[in-house]
């Protein structure tokens, strides 16, 4: 590009020469084949920039803005770099992301970080309890919003939702809350894996409770068994949420006191009636057993112990004969004679004890005694004998 000059020639591409012709009364250096003359110039441009720069200092108060200008940027840099610092409070944890993506995990007190947009930090508490009801009880206003969807959705009212089949087909109504919080070992997988945490707890509690009731007896879920379902249900609960790897730690599940719907209390009662009655019926022939149980193993006892000695008294007297026998047989074998006689004799003693006898010597018919047996007067009674 060429610079000419118009008009005057004293005129150039930056305003009027100084006064002097072609000289350079200034104190900067000489333009190169400068003269009086008219004609082609080339541009200055440390003539360009000193106008610059005092354009621009102009805008700061004069010839010192160039000064100001450099602090203020100074100055915006130490508070964008000062932006970085962070306090994080006792029951929090910072969560640094850079560009983002999750890069460190800080403990409370003061932190620094590379400024936006570099880096960022999230500060959840990680020490606050949170809390969700399922039953009726339910009235916070996230857990309405959530409910009235699933209602609309399932076509259930809020009643219902507690309403659950036990494993012996009855409906027993359970309401309980559910307290959480964020898990201080990771809470990035709870900033970057869930997006309502109470939307997502709710139906895993909501799920792991109905899978406990359906496994367990009406009457023990009533009677004795509340504490086991809270337990099992927590577990069940936190083992579906670490494989959501949601970063939610379970403090407890806490359960009011289950019963039965309104619909079905009557015939509830009826069959709590029928229960009492059942046990009654066996209490009375459980106390009836016991009464006669004694009794007849008493009365067994003692047949038992009758048998034995009528048992032992058969066998002593058997063996006492035998032993009298074997005895009478040696001596019988020693003098058969005389032992023939002598059973004979007492074979005859036993027959004849307690009869009348009346005894007539051989040699008494020959002395003139008429031998004569009265037959009537030893009959025992009269009348009884017939000749």
């Excluded at 012709?21 to 003539?47: A, I, L, Q």
């Excluded at 720069?53 to 200008?69: L, W």
């Excluded at 009677?223 to 379902?229: K, M």
């Excluded at 000695?309 to 058969?314: M, R």
Aim: hydrophobic share 35%; glycine share 12%.
């Amino acid at each position: 590009m060429s610079w000419t000059n118009k008009g005057s020639g004293n005129q150039g591409p930056w305003g009027p020469r100084p006064s002097g012709g072609g000289n350079h009364s200034g104190g900067g250096p000489r333009r190169p084949g400068g003269s009086g003359g008219g004609g082609p110039t080339p541009p200055d441009f440390g003539e360009f920039l000193r106008r610059g720069q005092e354009s621009f200092g102009s805008m700061f108060g004069g010839p010192g803005g160039n000064r100001t200008f450099v602090l203020v940027g100074i100055g915006l840099a130490l508070l964008w770099m000062g932006s970085g610092i962070y306090r994080v409070n006792a029951d929090e944890l910072g969560v640094v992301l850079r560009f983002g993506q999750y890069n460190r995990t800080t403990e409370p007190g003061l932190h620094y970080h590379l400024p936006y947009p570099v880096e960022s930090v999230s500060k959840p508490s990680v020490s606050s309890i949170n809390t969700v009801e399922i039953g009726a009880s339910a009235g916070q206003l996230g857990q309405q919003i959530y409910r009235r969807a699933s209602v609309s959705e399932a076509g259930m009212s809020p009643l219902q939702e507690s309403q659950m089949l036990t494993g012996d087909s009855n409906i027993v109504e359970v309401n309980f809350e559910v307290q959480w919080r964020i898990n201080a070992a990771e809470p990035e997988k709870f900033l970057f894996n869930v997006r309502d945490a109470a939307a997502t707890v709710k139906p895993v509690a909501e799920s792991a409770m109905r899978e406990v009731i359906g496994q367990m007896k009406l009457e023990d879920i009533l009677t004795t068994e509340q504490g086991s379902i809270a337990q099992r249900t927590h577990d069940i609960i936190q083992q579906v949420l670490n494989a959501y790897d949601a970063g939610i730690e379970v403090v407890s599940v806490n359960l009011s006191k289950p019963d039965v719907p309104d619909e079905v209390i009557d015939a509830f009662q009826d069959v709590k009636k029928a229960q009492q009655d059942r046990e009654t019926t066996v209490n009375v022939a459980q106390r009836y057993r016991n009464e006669i149980l004694p009794k007849a193993q008493g009365d067994a006892s003692r047949m038992e112990q009758e048998a034995l000695a009528y048992k032992n008294q058969v066998v002593n007297r058997a063996q006492g004969e035998t032993s009298r026998f074997l005895a009478v047989y040696e001596q019988f074998r020693a003098a058969e004679d005389v032992t023939r006689k002598r059973i004979y004799l007492e074979t005859m003693e036993e027959i004849m004890r307690g009869m009348q006898k009346v005894i007539v010597e051989p040699g008494a018919s020959g002395s003139g005694v008429v031998p004569y047996l009265p037959l009537r007067e030893l009959a025992p009674a009269a009348g009884k004998y017939k000749p």
